[in-house]
């Protein structure tokens, strides 16, 4: 069964703060919000609209959803959705969730990566703003 893979309309950027400081914005928003802290930086992903103008920040980027949940036993599933992308030469941001994976595309690149996915035989969803998909 091939992978489906959801395409979500919202751009999300992904913001670097110094190690252990809390993000003073609202940060919440968007179909995929994510604070992650390594002993070096805190990053947040979220909302680009939600991004202070003076912050340091990557994007716009389109998340794109791994139709789940997927069983903590699967073995290979980031290495498929991404094996297209590499051949498409185009450099993605991929994190994992409880129940699935999300890899954040360049928003002016999302076309290039939705056809090579389709190529390599995924199933593309569009979802609608703050929904699944329609």
Same mark, same amino acid.
């Given at each position: 069964?091939?992978?489906?893979?959801?395409?979500?309309?919202?751009?999300?950027? @992904?913001?670097? *703060?110094?190690?252990?400081?809390?993000?003073?914005?609202?940060? &919440?928003?968007?179909?995929? $919000? %994510?604070?992650? &802290?390594?002993?070096?930086?805190?990053?947040?992903?979220?909302?680009? $609209?939600? @991004?202070?103008?003076?912050? &340091?920040?990557?994007?716009?980027? =389109?998340?794109?959803?791994?139709?789940?949940?997927?069983? +903590?036993?699967? @073995?290979?599933?980031?290495?498929?959705?991404?094996?297209?992308? @590499?051949?498409?030469?185009? %450099?993605? *941001?991929?994190?994992? !969730?409880?129940?699935?994976?999300?890899?954040?595309?360049?928003?002016?690149? !999302?076309?290039?990566? %939705? $056809?090579?996915? &389709? =190529? $390599?035989? +995924?199933?593309?969803?569009? !979802?609608?703003?703050?929904?699944?998909?329609?």
């Amino acid at each position: 069964m091939p992978l489906h893979l959801m395409e979500h309309p919202e751009d999300v950027s @992904v913001v670097r *703060l110094p190690r252990d400081e809390d993000p003073t914005f609202e940060w &919440r928003s968007g179909p995929l $919000a %994510s604070l992650t &802290r390594t002993a070096e930086e805190t990053s947040v992903v979220c909302a680009s $609209a939600a @991004v202070p103008p003076d912050a &340091r920040s990557e994007g716009p980027f =389109r998340a794109v959803e791994v139709a789940g949940p997927l069983d +903590f036993s699967a @073995v290979g599933v980031f290495a498929e959705i991404l094996a297209p992308l @590499v051949e498409a030469r185009i %450099s993605v *941001l991929g994190l994992s !969730t409880f129940d699935t994976d999300w890899v954040l595309v360049p928003a002016e690149r !999302t076309g290039e990566a %939705s $056809a090579a996915w &389709r =190529r $390599a035989g +995924f199933v593309i969803t569009p !979802t609608t703003l703050g929904g699944g998909a329609s």
